[in-house]
């Protein structure tokens, strides 16, 4: 593993942050008139960011708002958000273990998330992680954000990586479209936030717990 680049998508993938967005999206709706969201019918849509859980939200609820009244939800979200971060959220099992056995063997950690960069540093601090990653690209790091190549190959020589020996690590549609787009490999989790089946979407491999990481990476570097 030395010298390999390591990017991870941060909700749904390093991070179970259901329950904190999913908080923070009826907490403006219910602000605004509207009965709460069950999580089920939110979580699918976590990995498109804060506007698309609110625009979900509206339209279940059958309120039409209009693109001035959804930026004012969005900035009460994020202001919610921010200071209600790391109530819930938790890092997946097994996952600080693959972190350390991937640090000792020389390679490098990176996170490459539509998540904003202020907050993808709020949560990683306040749940002791962020020192572990040479680079946090959020979506405005960079001019562009996933599923364009660059953000992800932007995330990689923030790190000190090389884009040839890099893998991306990803739960949604978005990620495995970014990893395609630059021509990296990529390993899916299926327990993160997707509205479309992680089997349909062609990763190099898929994992259910991260106890099978390690395995299904050294089957790609192969």
Same mark, same amino acid.
């Given at each position: 593993?030395?010298?390999?680049?390591?990017?991870?998508?941060?909700?749904?993938?390093?991070?179970?942050?259901a329950?904190?967005?999913?908080?923070?999206?009826?907490?403006?709706?219910?602000?605004?008139?509207?009965?709460?969201?069950?999580p089920?019918a939110?979580?699918?849509?976590?990995?498109?960011?804060?506007?698309?859980?609110?625009?979900?939200?509206?339209?279940?609820?059958?309120?039409?708002?209009s693109?001035?009244?959804?930026?004012?939800?969005?900035?009460?979200?994020?202001?919610?958000?921010?200071?209600?971060?790391?109530?819930?959220? !938790?890092a997946f099992?097994?996952?600080?273990?693959?972190? &350390?056995? #991937? /640090? =000792?063997?020389? $390679? %490098? +950690?990176? *996170?490459?998330?539509?998540?904003?960069?202020?907050?993808?540093?709020?949560?990683?601090?306040?749940?002791?992680?962020?020192?572990?990653?040479?680079?946090?690209?959020?979506?405005?790091?960079?001019?562009?954000?996933?599923?364009?190549?660059?953000?992800?190959?932007?995330?990689?020589?923030?790190?000190?990586?090389?884009?040839? !020996?890099?893998?991306?690590?990803?739960?949604?549609?978005? &990620?495995? #479209? /970014? =990893?395609?787009? $630059? %021509? +990296?490999? *990529?390993?899916?989790?299926?327990?993160?936030?997707?509205?479309?089946?992680?089997a349909?979407?062609?990763?190099?491999?898929?994992?259910?717990?991260?106890?099978?990481?390690?395995?299904?990476?050294?089957?790609?570097?192969?």
């Amino acid at each position: 593993m030395r010298d390999l680049t390591l990017v991870f998508d941060l909700d749904g993938t390093l991070i179970d942050t259901a329950p904190d967005l999913i908080r923070a999206t009826n907490h403006v709706i219910v602000g605004d008139g509207l009965e709460p969201m069950p999580p089920e019918a939110l979580r699918p849509w976590i990995s498109y960011g804060a506007r698309r859980l609110i625009e979900v939200a509206l339209s279940a609820r059958g309120a039409n708002r209009s693109t001035d009244q959804v930026d004012t939800l969005l900035a009460g979200f994020l202001n919610h958000y921010e200071h209600n971060i790391a109530i819930e959220s !938790r890092a997946f099992a097994g996952l600080e273990r693959v972190l &350390d056995t #991937a /640090t =000792a063997a020389g $390679a %490098r +950690l990176a *996170v490459c998330t539509n998540k904003r960069e202020h907050l993808s540093r709020i949560l990683l601090t306040e749940l002791g992680l962020a020192q572990r990653f040479a680079a946090i690209a959020g979506r405005d790091t960079f001019p562009v954000c996933k599923p364009h190549p660059d953000h992800l190959l932007g995330a990689i020589r923030l790190a000190g990586g090389d884009p040839a !020996r890099a893998v991306m690590v990803g739960d949604s549609d978005v &990620d495995v #479209a /970014t =990893a395609k787009a $630059a %021509r +990296l490999p *990529v390993i899916a989790v299926t327990f993160g936030y997707t509205s479309i089946p992680i089997a349909e979407l062609a990763a190099d491999a898929v994992i259910d717990h991260y106890d099978e990481f390690l395995p299904a990476l050294a089957g790609i570097l192969r």
